[in-house]
């Protein structure tokens, strides 16, 4: 079985894939805060994303960034359609 696992990696899964880029955004902005807005580019990621998977507006997908001292909170909230 290891040779197997070798030969034929798990793939990662998206959503382990995009909290990694979020990790590296996030990081980078709090490393240099008058550097270039992220967030429209965020918010073209996500809706391609989500978009593999089910069909949503992009007016359905809010992305906010609050920041509060060395506080910062990052909102993403995403209005799926029903079922």
């Given at each position: 079985m290891a040779l197997l696992n070798f030969l034929f990696p798990e793939k990662k899964k998206s959503a382990s894939a995009a909290k990694e880029r979020l990790q590296i955004i996030i990081a980078r902005e709090r490393s240099s805060v008058t550097g270039p807005d992220f967030l429209p580019a965020l918010?073209?990621?996500?809706?391609?994303?989500?978009?593999k998977y089910t069909k949503v507006n992009a007016d359905d997908i809010k992305i906010s960034l609050d920041r509060k001292g060395n506080l910062e909170v990052l909102d993403v909230n995403v209005v799926l359609p029903d079922a």
């Amino acid at each position: 079985m290891a040779l197997l696992n070798f030969l034929f990696p798990e793939k990662k899964k998206s959503a382990s894939a995009a909290k990694e880029r979020l990790q590296i955004i996030i990081a980078r902005e709090r490393s240099s805060v008058t550097g270039p807005d992220f967030l429209p580019a965020l918010h073209r990621e996500l809706i391609e994303v989500i978009s593999k998977y089910t069909k949503v507006n992009a007016d359905d997908i809010k992305i906010s960034l609050d920041r509060k001292g060395n506080l910062e909170v990052l909102d993403v909230n995403v209005v799926l359609p029903d079922a």
